[in-house]
């Protein structure tokens, strides 16, 4: 087996089914072993995009999505898709052409060193050989699915496709996760002595879809929720506990809500979207997470970290009869956001076209945006009706998402790349 037979296995074997990116003179022989593999290669119109779709395909199915490019320019123009997977949190690899062993450090044409490129933004890089492609392979798709997940790296030098293959060695995957020392004490007597808290959820529930687990939760609880952009639609907008979207347009409306809460959970909230600080009244957090990241000194916080089934056990704890739930600001906040968006709706422009789309299209359309100011406002405004359709990047916020996202969301879908127009009488 060669190198190229052996990962185009190793990563159909994983469920990989598309490659997307633009080739060069090196990436024949690992098109042709995707192709022989079930795998295909998806040519985009430039890297960027092929590192969007690769991300947006991790994102939706959980399977690494993976993207490839040539050398330098080639590498430099897909480092923004590789930022975009790193801070959208979706399993990506990231592949790329490298000069071969006697040309690496040599100055010619194109060369750079992609470790040092890809090191910022990727969860980590490596650069293989015949000896070890097969152990890196699977260490690589393991790291980048391992919370939280993102890109890994990988450079494969220009002359090793064609060579023999190592077996694999016997391979065992290290966590980088440590354990955590949780406070359970303490949380459980802010859980009791707490009257009036506020659920904030984030990028991390929304990547567990966790929809259905929080709606069950409330029924019995009744506790306002903000969401972040990337969570919205894990509650459907006319859920009675659900206030709005934070950081997005009129997030301001909010304020009256926020102003009378004791006590903020956060629950999978990923602070690379908005950061607690930036909107939590001087109140206690507890942070309900599954891998710990910097948070606010200042703030009275009080950590854990487990998995979101530990999330819902411990705030059982909550006790329905002692908080107050005010629906009357929640409505309020909601009826103000809504009035001020219906009274631009009296022209064209962009409310009146979120809300005509809306109208026209169905309940499960999936929906892509690209980034602007315009994203801020479909945050708000755009009615998701409880599925989780609504797709962004709201954590590295490239511009140019929009489409490439569409396309890999389609891919994902229909299963194939081929569009065929439907026979029409006379045509």
């Known amino acids: 087996m060669t190198v190229a037979e052996q990962i185009a296995g190793i990563l159909s074997g994983a469920g990989v089914r598309h490659v997307f990116g633009v080739p060069g003179g090196p990436s024949i022989p690992y098109m042709e072993a995707f192709r022989k593999a079930g795998i295909e290669f998806i040519l985009t119109s430039h890297e960027s995009a ?7 395909t ?19 123009n897909l480092a923004s898709g590789a930022g975009g997977a790193l801070l959208d949190r979706s399993p990506v690899i990231i592949l790329t052409s490298e000069m071969d062993d006697n040309m690496i450090d040599r100055t010619t044409q194109m060369n750079i060193n992609h470790q040092k490129l890809f090191q910022p933004l990727t969860k980590a890089t490596f650069r293989v050989n015949p000896a070890n492609a097969a152990d890196i392979l699977l260490k690589a798709l393991d790291i980048c699915k391992e919370e939280y997940p993102g890109p890994v790296h990988i450079g494969l030098p220009s002359d090793i496709a064609y060579l023999d293959a190592a077996e694999p060695g016997r391979y065992i995957f290290e966590s980088g996760i440590t354990d955590h020392l949780n406070d359970s004490v303490k949380i459980s007597a802010l859980l009791e ?62 304020e009256d809500i926020l102003e009378d809460i004791d006590l903020v959970i956060g629950l999978g909230y990923d602070p690379v979207e908005f950061n ?16 710990e990241t910097d948070l606010p000194a200042v703030k009275q916080v009080t950590r854990f970290t487990g998995s979101p089934g530990e999330w819902f056990t411990i705030l059982k704890q909550l006790h329905p009869g002692q908080l107050i739930f005010n629906q009357m ?45 315009h994203l801020h406002l479909a945050g708000q405004y755009w009615n998701t009706m409880g599925r989780q359709n609504m797709i962004m990047t709201n954590g590295w916020s490239g511009m140019g998402f929009g489409l490439p996202a569409a396309l890999a969301a389609v891919f994902h879908h229909l299963g194939q790349s081929l569009f065929v127009l439907p026979a029409m009488e006379d045509s």
């Open 276 to 291: 607690y600080e930036s909107w939590m009244p001087d109140v206690p957090l507890i942070d309900f997470t599954t891998i």
């Open 50 to 56: 092929a590192g969007t779709m690769a991300s947006v």
């Open 193 to 254: 002595n707490c009257r009036k808290p506020l659920i904030a959820v984030g990028l991390t529930s929304a990547r567990f879809a966790l929809g259905e687990r929080l709606s069950e939760f409330l029924r019995h609880t009744r506790i306002p929720v903000v969401l972040t952009p990337m969570a919205k639609g894990l509650l459907p907008e006319d859920h009675p506990c659900y206030a709005g979207i934070l950081f997005h347009a009129l997030s301001n409306y909010l």
């Open 329 to 373: 600001k929640i409505d309020s906040a909601r009826n103000e956001t809504i009035s001020v968006f219906n009274g631009l709706t009296d022209h064209f422009g962009p409310v009146t076209a979120i809300k005509v789309l809306r109208e026209a299209f169905p309940a499960d359309t999936i929906v892509t945006f690209d980034v602007g100011s």
């Open 58 to 76: 991790g994102r939706m199915t959980g399977i690494p999505g993976v993207c490839h490019s040539t050398f330098g320019p080639g590498a430099v």
